[in-house]
């Protein structure tokens, strides 16, 4: 990074932060920044008749409340004041301005009135709908004690009917709005509402789609999209294994023990198997009390160790809520990948070295 770009991205986090929510403010609040500027160039430029004493008095307010909100924003985080404090604060201030620059400009005075349109609009991000319809009428009284208090003293220069038909006008607009911005509000939540709640459901969906809802492992269909994968892969050394794993007797715990038994040892055993599993192991309920290990770039020396361990770990299992007449373990078929074949062939070897491994009396490990 150039020193002089370094500089400016430096500055930049200075004083606008690096936290997003905060740089999100700080935005708003420079937008506000930009239409008080915007009011008073307007202003300077004679457009409303404002006299200089009056005019110099606003900016300087103006200038001395840009500056204290832009310290409130930026030091939030240790002062702890809630968005919706800010934007109150930030309304009043605004409603203030609006006040006083009535009460110094000419003729054109009423055009000042949108200020308060603009005041609505802004708190509507920050602020519930029946927040922002206080705001309103704060802003609606505020205006009216000010045009009520010129008609009765100036009542030349402010006339009391003009001003009370001013007032109607800008009532029934900045309710108008007040009213129209809250029911956007409520669409806004409802529509953040439901796409948090599709975001919810697609995530169930995509774990439905790939988990073992009963062992909380990889299901067949996403196994099988992972060995898609892994025949895509160039192998980063030497070739995969892939094992079968069946509980031993596992049959006879269902008929004599019934399947809720069944389900408890279908997850130990998957949550002990689990635990010996390597970075990029992966272990997949085959089909009822069948599983498939696929252990990538890995010999049969090194898948051995691994199915060792897990052995180990499955007997240990305890299940005190299952009354078991013997340890809990596994035969297995263990295979290694030859070459580029398509693991369907792989997975047919290490099914036929299971079943010799069930044939030769179970709670072991065969190779083919």
Request: net charge neutral.
């Amino acid at each position: 990074m150039r020193p002089d770009t370094e500089n400016r991205f430096t500055l930049a986090r200075l004083l606008f932060g690096a936290d997003p929510k905060l740089h999100r403010m700080l935005q708003y609040w420079a937008a506000t920044a930009i239409l008080y500027t915007f009011f008073l160039i307007l202003f300077y430029g004679g457009l409303f008749e404002a006299t200089p004493h009056a005019l110099n008095g606003l900016a300087l307010y103006t200038a001395g409340g840009i500056f204290a909100f832009y310290l409130l924003v930026r030091g939030n985080r240790a002062l702890g004041l809630a968005p919706t404090t800010l934007a109150v604060g930030q309304g009043i201030f605004a409603i203030t301005c609006n006040m006083w620059a009535y009460s110094i400009t000419g003729p054109l005075r009423g055009a000042t009135l949108m200020g308060l349109m603009v005041v609505v609009v802004f708190c509507t991000f920050a602020l519930r709908p029946r927040q922002t319809m206080t705001l309103a009428f704060a802003g609606l009284i505020g205006m009216g004690g000010t045009m009520w208090w010129h008609q009765a003293h100036d009542p030349l220069h402010y006339p009391p009917v003009v001003e009370g038909l001013t007032f109607a006008i800008m009532a029934a607009c900045s309710l108008a709005v007040t009213f129209l911005t809250g029911e956007m509000t409520k669409l806004r939540t409802r529509l953040t509402s439901q796409r948090e709640e599709l975001a919810s459901a697609l995530d169930t969906i995509r774990i439905l789609a790939t988990v073992d809802e009963l062992t909380s492992l990889a299901n067949r269909r996403h196994m099988n999209a992972v060995l898609a994968d892994e025949e895509r892969r160039q192998p980063a050394s030497g070739a995969s294994c892939v094992a079968l794993l069946d509980i031993d007797f596992f049959k006879q715990i269902n008929d004599r023990l019934g399947h809720p038994a069944g389900d408890l040892v279908l997850r130990g055993f998957a949550q002990a198997a689990s635990a010996e599993l390597r970075s990029g192991d992966v272990l997949a309920r085959w089909g009822g009390e069948e599983f498939l290990l696929l252990l990538p770039d890995t010999a049969l020396h090194e898948a051995h160790a691994v199915l060792a361990r897990m052995r180990a770990r499955v007997a240990a299992l305890s299940l005190p809520e299952v009354a078991l007449e013997r340890h809990v373990t596994f035969s297995a078929g263990l295979s290694a990948r030859r070459g580029n074949e398509a693991f369907a062939d792989t997975i047919n070897r290490a099914d036929k070295a299971l079943y010799q491994a069930k044939s030769s009396g179970r709670d072991r490990v065969a190779e083919a």
